[in-house]
Antibody, heavy 123, light 107 residues
Framework: EVQLVESGGGLVQPGRSLRLSCAAS????????MHWVRQTPGKGLEWVSG????????GYADSVKGRFTISRDNAKNSLYLQINSLRAEDTALYYC????????????????WGQGTTVTVSS | EIVLTQSPATLSLSPGERATLSCRAS??????LAWYQQKPGQAPRLLIY???NRATGIPARFSGSGSGTDFTLTISSLEPEDFAVYYC?????????FGQGTKLEIK
């Protein structure tokens, strides 16, 4: 069974850092680009970042560029999101998602999603 | 940034009826348009990719059409499990945006 399991969320003070993780199983993780997408009641779904199968191509939403860093460890079948200088507007449910097409260089559509991990930024 | 506008915001229909959901892009997205379904407490599920291709396991009652700036998701005959929120999404070279969603509710 193809599965993505996110972890690392929690309650964090503004200005602090957090690292989210996503453990993948049931597919050849190193063949696919991966994404982070967040969701809030107010702003809906927002794509945050994506990384190609070999980490050679990476993209970020303008809203997070310079504060968020995506990475992956294909040997551990894991995806990560380092979030620095957290702001209240980063409060959201963060999903990890798998690209639909193998060996994508700039991302395609997202065909498998995890259940998400919640990040709450508050003092 | 490409803005996707979905209409209507809420659609009230009965099982067995036909549903037509619209997504309009602020500029040409060619056919790089996908549709997702989301039920309460669940992650989004990919329904349609590249405007008109059904994802794996998606029933034939779901169909997508359109190109350029105007797209449509059609559910030919609503089943009880189809009542959910639907989002469109466009992509272009690590630039993704989602529409604000259409809630399909039981009338």
């Amino acid at each position: 069974e193809v599965q993505l399991v996110e972890s690392g969320g929690g309650l964090v003070q503004p200005g602090r850092s957090l690292r989210l993780s996503c453990a993948a199983s049931g597919f050849s993780f190193d063949d696919y680009a991966m994404h982070w997408v967040r969701q809030t009641p107010g702003k809906g779904l927002e794509w945050v970042s994506g990384i190609s199968w070999n980490s050679g191509s990476i993209g970020y939403a303008d809203s997070v560029k310079g504060r968020f860093t995506i990475s992956r460890d294909n040997a551990k079948n894991s995806l990560y999101l380092q979030i620095n200088s957290l702001r209240a507007e980063d409060t959201a449910l963060y999903y990890c998602a798998k690209d639909k097409d193998s060996y994508g260089w700039s991302g395609t559509d997202m065909d498998v999603w995890g259940q998400g991990t919640t990040v709450t930024v508050s003092s | 940034e490409i803005v996707l506008t979905q209409s209507p915001a809420t659609l009230s229909l009965s099982p067995g009826e036909r549903a037509t959901l619209s997504c309009r892009a602020s500029q040409n997205v060619y056919n790089y348009l996908a549709w997702y379904q989301q039920k309460p407490g669940q992650a989004p599920r990919l329904l349609i990719y590249v405007a008109s291709n059904r994802a794996t396991g998606i029933p034939a009652r779901f169909s997508g059409s359109g190109s350029g700036t105007d797209f449509t998701l059609t559910i030919s005959s609503l089943e009880p499990e189809d009542f959910a929120v639907y989002y469109c999404q466009q992509r272009s070279n690590w630039r993704y945006t989602f529409g604000q969603g259409t809630k399909l509710e039981i009338k």
